[in-house]
């Protein structure tokens, strides 16, 4: 609801609050073997090396991280901006393609089913009451928090030609 947030807030409150958000997300994501590849509005996108071995346990990681750091900041936020921000995320696991882009101005661009379908399993957990969706390639992968995983079956995805199985997994407070 961050559109509701920036109404209520204004465009510098709500700025100061995505960047507080964005600086306190980088600290689970990078402990958890990632990378923020780009931030995007009020949300960014993470990444981690499969082939290095990161699995669903690194997201499973960094989103219980990460819920517990803005908890923690609870006090904080509310005391700033009089809201504390809640988040859902999005897990696709798959090959990327990495290119440069831009004459003027570069940049590094990731391409592929994988960067989409990851989009579209944020968009589903707002559509379905949960904190993140993965999809089976990430399911499969976690370990630990197994027992925590929620099977909604396979879904048609926009954009995408074949359906992607979905699981729901909430943060760990409410496992």
């Given at each position: 609801?961050?559109?509701?947030l920036v109404e209520n807030l204004g465009p510098e409150s709500s700025n100061l609050l995505f960047g507080k958000f964005m600086f306190d997300a980088s600290g689970p994501i990078v402990e958890s073997?990632?990378?923020?590849?780009r931030y995007q509005g009020d949300g960014f996108v993470a990444t981690w090396d499969c082939d290095a071995g990161a699995t669903g346990d690194n997201v499973v990681e960094a989103m219980d991280a990460l819920y517990a750091v803005?908890?923690?900041?609870?006090?904080?936020?509310?005391?700033?901006?009089?809201?504390?921000?809640d988040f859902r995320a999005g897990a696709h696991a798959g090959?990327?393609?990495?290119?440069?882009e831009g004459d003027i101005r570069r940049?590094?661009?990731?391409?592929?089913?994988?960067?989409?379908?990851?989009?579209?399993?944020e968009t589903k957990a707002k559509e379905l009451g949960m904190d993140c969706i993965v999809t089976?390639?990430?399911?499969?992968?976690?370990?630990?928090?197994?027992?925590?995983?929620?099977?909604?079956?396979?879904?048609?995805?926009?954009?995408i030609d074949r359906e992607v199985k979905l699981?729901?997994?909430?943060?760990?407070?409410?496992?």
């Open positions: 609801n961050s559109s509701k073997g990632g990378e923020i590849y803005v908890e923690r900041e609870r006090p904080v936020y509310e005391e700033k901006f009089g809201v504390c921000p090959e990327i393609i990495t290119c440069e940049n590094i661009a990731f391409y592929g089913d994988t960067i989409n379908i990851a989009a579209r399993m089976s390639e990430v399911a499969e992968s976690i370990r630990g928090a197994g027992h925590r995983l929620k099977k909604f079956g396979a879904e048609q995805v926009r954009g699981y729901g997994l909430n943060r760990l407070s409410d496992a």
